[in-house]
Protein backbone atom coordinates (compact mmCIF):
# COMPACT_ATOMS: atom_id res chain seq x y z
CA UNK A 1 0.00 0.00 0.00
CA UNK A 2 1.20 3.47 -0.59
CA UNK A 3 -0.40 6.32 1.10
CA UNK A 4 -0.42 10.01 -0.10
CA UNK A 5 -1.04 12.73 1.96
CA UNK A 6 -2.34 16.16 1.44
CA UNK A 7 -4.02 18.88 2.89
CA UNK A 8 -1.75 20.57 5.38
CA UNK A 9 -1.27 24.27 5.19
CA UNK A 10 -1.01 27.84 7.30
CA UNK A 11 -3.65 28.40 9.28
CA UNK A 12 -4.97 30.94 11.73
CA UNK A 13 -5.79 29.40 15.51
CA UNK A 14 -9.69 28.60 15.64
CA UNK A 15 -9.39 27.85 11.88
CA UNK A 16 -9.81 24.23 10.78
CA UNK A 17 -8.44 21.96 7.78
CA UNK A 18 -9.13 19.45 6.29
CA UNK A 19 -6.13 16.46 5.68
CA UNK A 20 -6.59 13.75 2.71
CA UNK A 21 -4.50 10.81 2.75
CA UNK A 22 -5.42 8.74 -0.53
CA UNK A 23 -4.35 4.99 -0.72
CA UNK A 24 -3.33 2.57 -3.60
CA UNK A 25 -4.36 -0.95 -3.95
CA UNK A 26 -7.56 -2.95 -4.27
CA UNK A 27 -6.96 -3.98 -0.14
CA UNK A 28 -7.43 -0.39 1.12
CA UNK A 29 -10.67 -1.42 2.87
CA UNK A 30 -9.08 -4.15 4.69
CA UNK A 31 -6.71 -1.79 6.14
CA UNK A 32 -7.32 0.09 9.44
CA UNK A 33 -6.07 3.27 9.38
CA UNK A 34 -4.73 6.24 11.37
CA UNK A 35 -3.30 9.78 11.74
CA UNK A 36 0.25 9.93 13.75
CA UNK A 37 1.79 13.93 14.19
CA UNK A 38 5.58 14.67 14.89
CA UNK A 39 6.40 18.40 16.30
CA UNK A 40 9.69 19.82 15.82
CA UNK A 41 11.93 18.34 18.45
CA UNK A 42 9.45 15.95 19.66
CA UNK A 43 8.78 12.06 19.32
CA UNK A 44 5.91 11.21 16.62
CA UNK A 45 2.49 11.24 18.57
CA UNK A 46 -1.05 9.00 18.25
CA UNK A 47 -3.48 11.20 17.14
CA UNK A 48 -6.55 9.20 15.46
CA UNK A 49 -7.25 5.80 13.94
CA UNK A 50 -10.56 4.26 12.38
CA UNK A 51 -11.03 0.71 11.50
CA UNK A 52 -11.55 -1.01 8.20
CA UNK A 53 -15.11 -0.61 8.15
CA UNK A 54 -15.31 2.95 9.78
CA UNK A 55 -17.69 1.71 12.57
CA UNK A 56 -14.78 2.53 15.16
CA UNK A 57 -12.92 4.99 15.98
CA UNK A 58 -10.41 6.37 18.49
CA UNK A 59 -8.59 9.78 19.25
CA UNK A 60 -5.90 11.21 21.28
CA UNK A 61 -7.34 13.17 24.45
CA UNK A 62 -5.52 16.37 23.09
CA UNK A 63 -7.48 16.50 20.05
CA UNK A 64 -10.87 14.70 21.01
CA UNK A 65 -13.96 17.11 20.45
CA UNK A 66 -12.31 18.85 17.98
CA UNK A 67 -10.77 16.15 15.07
CA UNK A 68 -12.69 13.81 13.57
CA UNK A 69 -11.17 11.13 11.67
CA UNK A 70 -13.18 9.42 8.43
CA UNK A 71 -12.68 6.94 5.65
CA UNK A 72 -14.62 6.71 2.02
CA UNK A 73 -13.40 3.04 0.60
CA UNK A 74 -14.88 3.78 -2.51
CA UNK A 75 -12.34 6.64 -2.60
CA UNK A 76 -9.52 4.60 -1.35
CA UNK A 77 -9.12 7.68 1.33
CA UNK A 78 -9.06 8.49 4.70
CA UNK A 79 -9.86 12.20 6.08
CA UNK A 80 -8.76 13.63 8.87
CA UNK A 81 -11.09 17.05 9.71
CA UNK A 82 -9.21 18.83 11.95
CA UNK A 83 -11.60 22.30 13.96
CA UNK A 84 -10.68 24.58 16.66
CA UNK A 85 -7.04 24.26 15.45
CA UNK A 86 -4.54 25.47 18.16
CA UNK A 87 -0.77 26.20 18.10
CA UNK A 88 0.28 23.35 19.77
CA UNK A 89 -0.98 20.94 16.65
CA UNK A 90 1.61 22.85 14.77
CA UNK A 91 3.36 19.07 13.33
CA UNK A 92 3.99 17.22 10.28
CA UNK A 93 1.25 14.59 10.14
CA UNK A 94 1.24 11.47 8.63
CA UNK A 95 -1.25 9.27 7.31
CA UNK A 96 -0.40 5.18 8.16
CA UNK A 97 -2.00 1.89 7.24
CA UNK A 98 -1.99 -1.44 9.04
CA UNK A 99 -3.33 -4.90 8.68
CA UNK A 100 -5.92 -6.31 11.83
CA UNK A 101 -6.88 -4.23 14.60
CA UNK A 102 -6.38 -0.47 14.56
CA UNK A 103 -4.37 0.73 17.59
CA UNK A 104 -2.99 4.38 18.99
CA UNK A 105 0.68 2.49 18.87
CA UNK A 106 2.77 3.07 16.11
CA UNK A 107 2.90 -0.59 14.79
CA UNK A 108 1.46 0.41 11.29
CA UNK A 109 2.95 -1.05 8.47
CA UNK A 110 2.70 1.28 5.86
CA UNK A 111 3.46 5.17 6.56
CA UNK A 112 2.67 8.13 3.82
CA UNK A 113 4.99 11.12 3.33
CA UNK A 114 3.34 13.67 6.15
CA UNK A 115 1.71 16.64 5.08
CA UNK A 116 3.28 19.91 6.88
CA UNK A 117 0.20 21.78 9.46
CA UNK A 118 1.18 25.54 10.65
CA UNK A 119 -1.28 26.87 13.12
CA UNK A 120 0.02 30.80 14.03
CA UNK A 121 -1.52 32.04 17.29
Do not use: H
Amino acid sequence: VQLQACGGGLVLAGGSLRLSCAASGRTFRSYAMAWFRQAPGKEREFVAAISWSGDWTYYASSVKGRFTISRDNAKNTVYLQMNSLKPEDTAVYYCAAKGGIATMYDDYQFWGQGTQVTVSS
